[in-house]
């Protein structure tokens, strides 16, 4: 859905906090739910939102809001297809993304950020079964793969640094860190 639940926010504001990053790009963003929770804590930042479904970037006013921009640049696209240099950021957002792809894709994609230099990857996917279909139109809500954590916690520690995570009890909440 291109909403999320609050479960795991406010420990993702924690890192955020203390990793103050002035670089991110947020993927599948929908409504924007990190941008406006993070943006008040950091002016400055660059945020960059790749978006695969067009519709949302009107309707949830992506670019822009009556008192500023939600992003600062909005490509729309599939992020598989994205270019490398929207991965070379200070941190790279995942929030709810991974379960719309089949296994490989999400774990080449985790790789192709990884390669590309992204510093922080926080990773956010619900860790229970939550079938999910087209919703609002938009065929890529649908939940392809359901992620065990411990599969995830494997995944991101093959890239060595430094991997955190909460476990809720609807989504897992990761923050990998190039730094140890």
């Known amino acids: 859905m291109p909403t999320s639940i609050a479960e795991g926010k406010d420990w993702s504001l924690e890192r955020f906090r203390f990793h103050l990053p002035n670089t991110v790009t947020d993927v599948g963003p929908g409504e924007g739910t990190y941008a406006r929770l993070f943006r008040p804590v950091h002016e400055g930042v660059w945020w960059t939102a790749i978006e695969i479904h067009k519709p949302y970037i009107r309707k949830y006013g ?104 909460m476990r809720g009890d609807t989504l897992g909440v990761w923050w990998w860190s190039r730094r140890t």
């Open 62 to 165: 992506l670019k822009t809001t009556k008192v500023r921009k939600m992003y600062d640049e909005v490509h729309v696209k599939d992020v598989r297809d994205s270019a490398d240099h929207l991965f070379h950021r200070d941190l790279v957002i995942l929030g709810d993304v991974l379960e719309h792809m089949p296994r490989g894709s999400a774990v080449n994609l985790l790789e192709t950020i990884e390669a590309a230099g992204a510093w922080n990857l926080l990773v956010s996917l619900p860790i229970v079964e939550a079938p999910q279909g087209e919703v609002d139109g938009n065929p890529h809500e649908e939940h392809v793969h359901h992620w065990d954590a411990d599969d995830m916690d494997q995944v991101l520690a093959h890239f060595g640094g430094r991997v955190e995570s």
